[in-house]
C-alpha cells in the first residue's frame, strides 16, 4: 500500500480518468524547432516526466499564432496543419507510459518574445516588465531607461480572428491525440489581459464590465467546444489574485470559476500574479510551500469541477496532506519536475530522501535560460530536458576516476562516474563535502539552497565512492588514475588595501555555517568570522556580495556595499 494514498487516487477531468492526482503544470521549455514544431528535446523532456509517473501533464505555451505571438523564441505552435504529426509523436510518447496529456495554447501578447516590436495588446498601456521575457533587448551602450517596447492595440475584427485561431489551435491538438486543452488566461498574457480588471482599459464590448472583460475566453471555449466537442475537455489557467492595486482578488476570481463551469470547462487551474507583481508567480526562495492553498480552498467549495494548485509544492508529505484536508483536487508540479521527473515514482516507492528537490533559485529555468533567449535548463539537475545525460548503462571498460574537490561539481561528477560503473576518489581538503553552497546556511531566505547540498551528499554516500577529506592529493598520487577531474572551484580575490589588511576578509570565511546540528558537520569545527564593531564594507557583485549583505544586515550589522559596475 502506498505511504501516500491521495496521492496516487485516479481522478476524472471530464470523460478522461487521470491514473494519479500530481499534475505537471504547463511549462514553456523553449526547445522547439525554430518554426515552432515539435523537437527530439520536447519528446525527451516531456516522455521524462511520464516515465517518472506524472498522472496528467500540460505541454506548456503552444501558440496559435506563431507570426503575432511566441512567449519564448523557441515555444511550440499549432497554427497550421503540418504541425500535427509532430504534436502527435509528442502525445504517443507521453501516453506510452500511461500518463494523460494536454496542451496549452497560449498568446502571449504584450509579452511575447518573438516578434521584438508590434505586439499585441488589450490596452494601449506603456509598461516595464524587466521579468518577462518579452523584455527589450538592452545592448552594451544602451541606458534600460531609453528602452521602450511598441504595441498594437487589438481591433474588434483582429479580436473575432483570435477566436477562431484558438480553436483550430484546439482541434490540431486534439487530431494530434492529446487528452485535452488548456487556455493560459494567468500572469498578464493577452487573455489574461482582457479578463484583468486592472490590465484591460477597453470601453468597447471586450472592456468594462466583468461580462465584457470574460467575453474573449467564454467565446474561445464556445468555439473550441463546436470544433472539437463538447466532451474534449478544456481547462483554464487563470491568476486567482493579481497582486496590484485595482487588479483581480479572491472574489472575483471565485466568481470566475463559476462562469467557467458553467460555460463546460472540465477543471480550473491556478495561479497567482500578473507582471507586473512578478513575486507571486516566480515564487523566489523565500515563498513558503502551500502559500496558495487558500485560493483552491475557497474556490472549491463553489464549483464541482477539479481544481489544481500549484506554487512551491516540494515535500509529498505536504502534497499528500493537502488532498487529504480537501484544499485542492490535483498538486501542480513545474519547476520541481525540472529538479527531479522522477519525484512521484520515488513518492510511490517510499524514496523521498531520494527526491531532488527544487530549491526555487530561478536560474537555470528562467534568468540563464528564457530570459537569455535559451532552452529551458535546471540549475541542480544537469540533466534537465538533455538526453546525452539519460545514459544509465555501465561503461565498457571500468576507469580509475580522481575527483579533486568536493563541491557541487565535484559531487556530481563522482556521481555520475560512479553510476556509470567506474572506481572513484572524490578528494576535498576540509572536513566536509559541499563547498561554496554551504554558504547560504546563514543568509536570510536561503535555507533551500542546503537541500540541494544535503541530497548531493547523501547521494554521495550511498555510491561506491572513496571520500577523501582534509587531503590535498600530489601530482604523484593522481598520476596513478585513468582520469583526473578537476572541480577545485574558484577562490574569491580579496584586493590589496594599504594599513588595514587585517580588516579584510573574506567572504568564505564570514557565511561559514555553524550548526552543529547538520548530519554531515565535519565535526571539528566550523566557525564564521567574528566581525568588530558595527559598519561594514562588502566590496563585489553577483550572489557572493549579496548574500553577504543581506546576512550581516540581518545580525545588526550597518553595512555600504561597493562595486565597480553600474549596477548591483
Given at each position: 500500500?502506498?505511504?501516500?494514498?491521495?496521492?496516487?487516487?485516479?481522478?476524472?477531468?471530464?470523460?478522461?480518468?487521470?491514473?494519479?492526482?500530481?499534475?505537471?503544470?504547463?511549462?514553456?521549455?523553449?526547445?522547439?524547432?525554430?518554426?515552432?514544431?515539435?523537437?527530439?528535446?520536447?519528446?525527451?523532456?516531456?516522455?521524462?516526466?511520464?516515465?517518472?509517473?506524472?498522472?496528467?501533464?500540460?505541454?506548456?505555451?503552444?501558440?496559435?499564432?506563431?507570426?503575432?505571438?511566441?512567449?519564448?523564441?523557441?515555444?511550440?505552435?499549432?497554427?497550421?496543419?503540418?504541425?500535427?504529426?509532430?504534436?502527435?509523436?509528442?502525445?504517443?510518447?507521453?501516453?506510452?507510459?500511461?500518463?494523460?496529456?494536454?496542451?496549452?495554447?497560449q498568446h502571449p501578447g504584450r509579452q511575447a518574445a518573438l516578434p521584438r516590436a508590434g505586439k499585441f495588446a488589450s490596452t494601449d498601456m506603456v509598461v516595464n516588465l524587466p521579468w518577462s521575457q518579452s523584455r527589450p533587448i538592452l545592448y552594451a551602450s544602451e541606458e534600460e531607461s531609453l528602452t521602450r517596447k511598441p504595441i498594437h492595440v487589438l481591433t474588434t475584427d483582429e479580436i473575432l480572428s483570435l477566436i477562431d485561431l484558438f480553436a483550430e489551435g484546439a482541434w490540431r491538438v486534439k487530431q494530434a491525440g492529446f487528452d485535452a486543452v488548456e487556455?493560459?488566461?494567468?500572469?498578464?498574457?493577452?487573455?489574461?489581459?482582457?479578463?484583468?480588471?486592472?490590465?484591460?482599459?477597453?470601453?468597447?464590448?471586450?472592456?468594462?464590465?466583468?461580462?465584457?472583460?470574460?467575453?474573449?475566453?467564454?467565446?474561445?471555449?464556445?468555439?473550441?467546444?463546436?470544433?472539437c466537442g463538447r466532451d474534449f475537455p478544456v481547462l483554464v489557467r487563470y491568476s486567482v489574485d493579481e497582486w496590484v492595486p485595482g487588479g483581480r482578488e479572491l472574489q472575483e476570481s471565485i466568481r470566475v470559476a463559476k462562469v467557467f463551469e458553467e460555460a463546460g470547462v472540465a477543471a480550473l487551474d491556478l495561479s497567482q500574479c500578473i507582471q507586473e507583481s512578478p513575486g507571486a508567480g516566480f515564487d523566489p526562495m523565500y515563498y513558503q510551500e502551500g502559500w496558495t492553498m487558500y485560493a483552491s480552498l475557497a474556490i472549491k467549495k463553489e464549483v464541482h469541477i477539479p481544481v489544481i494548485n500549484s506554487h512551491s509544492l516540494r515535500n509529498p508529505e505536504y502534497c499528500e496532506k493537502i488532498l487529504a484536508e480537501g484544499k485542492v483536487d490535483m498538486v501542480g508540479l513545474s519547476r520541481q519536475l525540472l529538479a527531479d521527473p522522477y519525484w512521484p515514482m520515488k513518492a510511490r516507492y517510499g524514496q523521498v530522501k531520494a527526491i531532488r528537490r527544487c530549491i526555487s533559485c530561478l536560474t537555470g529555468c528562467w534568468q540563464e535560460s528564457l530570459m537569455a533567449k535559451k532552452e529551458i535548463a535546471c540549475?541542480?539537475?544537469?540533466?534537465?530536458g538533455n538526453?546525452?545525460?539519460?545514459?544509465?548503462?555501465?561503461?565498457?571498460?571500468?576507469?580509475?576516476?580522481?575527483?579533486?574537490?568536493?563541491?557541487?561539481?565535484?559531487?556530481?561528477?563522482?556521481?555520475?562516474?560512479?553510476?556509470?560503473?567506474?572506481?572513484?576518489?572524490?578528494?576535498?581538503?576540509?572536513?566536509?563535502?559541499?563547498?561554496?553552497?554551504?554558504g547560504c546556511c546563514l543568509v536570510p531566505g536561503k535555507d533551500k539552497m542546503k537541500w540541494y547540498a544535503d541530497w548531493i551528499?547523501?547521494?554521495?554516500?550511498?555510491?561506491?565512492?572513496?571520500?577523501?577529506?582534509?587531503?590535498?592529493?600530489?601530482?604523484?598520487?593522481?598520476?596513478?588514475?585513468?582520469?583526473?577531474?578537476?572541480?577545485?572551484?574558484?577562490?574569491?580575490?580579496?584586493?590589496?588595501?594599504?594599513?588595514?589588511?587585517?580588516?579584510?576578509?573574506?567572504?568564505?570565511?564570514?557565511?561559514?555555517?555553524?550548526?552543529?546540528?547538520?548530519?554531515?558537520?565535519?565535526?571539528?569545527?566550523?566557525?564564521?568570522?567574528?566581525?568588530?564593531?558595527?559598519?561594514?564594507?562588502?566590496?563585489?557583485?553577483?550572489?557572493?556580495?549579496?548574500?553577504?549583505?543581506?546576512?550581516?544586515?540581518?545580525?545588526?550589522?550597518?553595512?555600504?556595499?561597493?562595486?565597480?559596475?553600474k549596477e548591483f
Open positions: 500500500m502506498s505511504t501516500f494514498p491521495h496521492l496516487f487516487e485516479p481522478i476524472m477531468i471530464g470523460p478522461v480518468e487521470v491514473p494519479n492526482r500530481i499534475c505537471h503544470v504547463p511549462t514553456d521549455i523553449s526547445s522547439a524547432h525554430a518554426d515552432g514544431s515539435v523537437s527530439v528535446r520536447d519528446i525527451h523532456h516531456h516522455a521524462t516526466i511520464a516515465k517518472g509517473g506524472t498522472g496528467f501533464i500540460i505541454v506548456g505555451a503552444t501558440s496559435p499564432q506563431g507570426k503575432t505571438g511566441r512567449s519564448t523564441v523557441t515555444c511550440l505552435v499549432a497554427d497550421g496543419d503540418e504541425y500535427i504529426p509532430g504534436l502527435a509523436r509528442l502525445a504517443e510518447a507521453m501516453h506510452r507510459y500511461g500518463a494523460k496529456c494536454a496542451v496549452q495554447l487556455l493560459h488566461a494567468a500572469h498578464g498574457y493577452l487573455l489574461s489581459e482582457f479578463m484583468s480588471p486592472y490590465l484591460n482599459r477597453r470601453n468597447d464590448r471586450f472592456g468594462g464590465s466583468f461580462e465584457n472583460r470574460m467575453r474573449l475566453p467564454l467565446a474561445i471555449i464556445e468555439a473550441i467546444q463546436k470544433k540549475a541542480i539537475n544537469p540533466a534537465c538526453p546525452a545525460f539519460e545514459i544509465r548503462t555501465k561503461a565498457s571498460q571500468a576507469l580509475r576516476v580522481a575527483v579533486v574537490g568536493g563541491g557541487p561539481a565535484g559531487m556530481e561528477a563522482a556521481r555520475h562516474a560512479a553510476e556509470r560503473g567506474h572506481a572513484v576518489t572524490l578528494y576535498e581538503k576540509t572536513g566536509e563535502l559541499g563547498g561554496a553552497i554551504l551528499r547523501d547521494q554521495v554516500s550511498q555510491l561506491p565512492i572513496e571520500l577523501r577529506l582534509r587531503h590535498e592529493p600530489t601530482l604523484e598520487e593522481l598520476s596513478s588514475f585513468d582520469v583526473v577531474i578537476n572541480a577545485t572551484g574558484a577562490r574569491s580575490y580579496v584586493p590589496r588595501v594599504s594599513g588595514l589588511s587585517e580588516k579584510v576578509v573574506p567572504f568564505e570565511r564570514i557565511l561559514a555555517c555553524p550548526k552543529v546540528s547538520c548530519e554531515f558537520h565535519p565535526g571539528d569545527g566550523r566557525k564564521p568570522e567574528k566581525l568588530e564593531g558595527t559598519r561594514v564594507i562588502v566590496w563585489g557583485d553577483h550572489y557572493p556580495a549579496a548574500d553577504t549583505a543581506a546576512f550581516l544586515a540581518s545580525i545588526g550589522k550597518e553595512v555600504t556595499i561597493v562595486t565597480p559596475f
